[in-house]
């Protein structure tokens, strides 16, 4: 089934990126990982440690592929809405429009209006760390803080899974958001981590 879904990777990775793509044999565990959650894999993903009632925080230095693989990741996941990509910049922007409106966007938890149960949005939210506090009409706000904190308690009640990459580290997680979001984002996600030392393939 992997060699499938890897072959898939391939073709598909080609179509949307171009020519160039390549899934390099370095990054198949970490793919594999991915591939297990996506897939709904029991047995893979508890071979391999992960977790599929957590989202996934994908870690590792700028180019080494992992916003591209969690835009491809979308292609899996069959029995639930896929997941949507989202610039943590682009948020930070809107908020400096719409202001506190943002958070509910991104946190909120929507109903069916047949059955009225409750309809979670799940998002990737790419590139943590790259926002910055932006000021609405005066007031500052770490808007990222605000919605992983908001997300977290949809978390806990109604089954919201969230994915994130990033460039930092935990520690520097700490240092921009504090540590209840550090302490959050763990009980929330499994960390899928490149080595610090992955090469830039925009190179």
């Given at each position: 089934?992997y060699?499938q879904?890897?072959?898939?990777?391939?073709?598909?990775?080609?179509?949307i990126y171009g020519?160039?793509?390549?899934?390099?044999?370095?990054?198949?565990l970490i793919?594999?990982?991915?591939?297990?959650?996506?897939?709904?894999?029991?047995?893979?993903?508890?071979?391999?440690?992960?977790?599929?009632?957590?989202?996934?925080m994908?870690?590792?230095?700028?180019?080494?592929?992992?916003?591209s693989?969690m835009?491809?990741m979308?292609?899996?996941i069959?029995?639930?809405?896929p997941?949507?990509?989202?610039?943590?910049?682009?948020i930070?922007?809107?908020?400096?429009?719409?202001g506190?409106?943002?958070?509910?966007r991104?946190?909120?938890?929507?109903?069916h209006?047949?059955?009225?149960?409750?309809?979670?949005k799940?998002?990737?939210?790419?590139?943590?760390?790259t926002?910055?506090?932006?000021?609405?009409f005066?007031?500052?706000?770490?808007?990222m803080?605000e919605?992983?904190?908001?997300?977290?308690d949809?978390?806990i009640?109604?089954?919201?899974?969230t994915?994130?990459?990033t460039?930092?580290?935990a520690?520097?997680?700490e240092?921009?958001y504090?540590?209840?979001?550090?302490?959050r984002?763990?009980?929330?996600?499994?960390?899928?981590?490149?080595p610090?030392?992955?090469?830039?393939?925009?190179?």
């Open positions: 089934m060699q879904a890897f072959n898939y990777l391939q073709n598909k990775g080609s179509q020519p160039l793509f390549r899934v390099l044999n370095e990054d198949h793919i594999q990982r991915l591939l297990a959650w996506s897939l709904k894999d029991a047995p893979t993903a508890q071979q391999l440690g992960v977790d599929l009632t957590k989202g996934l994908v870690t590792g230095p700028i180019g080494c592929g992992k916003s693989l835009n491809l979308r292609f899996y069959k029995d639930e809405t997941h949507i990509l989202k610039p943590c910049r682009d930070a922007f809107e908020f400096e429009k719409a506190f409106e943002v958070i509910r991104y946190a909120c938890v929507s109903y209006n047949s059955t009225h149960r409750p309809y979670v799940s998002f990737c939210f790419d590139d943590l760390g926002e910055h506090s932006l000021r609405h005066g007031q500052e706000c770490n808007i803080a919605i992983i904190l908001s997300r977290y949809h978390f009640h109604n089954n919201m899974l994915h994130f990459t460039n930092l580290s520690d520097e997680i240092k921009f504090g540590p209840r979001v550090r302490s984002l763990r009980e929330m996600c499994n960390l899928i981590a490149f610090r030392d992955a090469p830039d393939k925009r190179k």
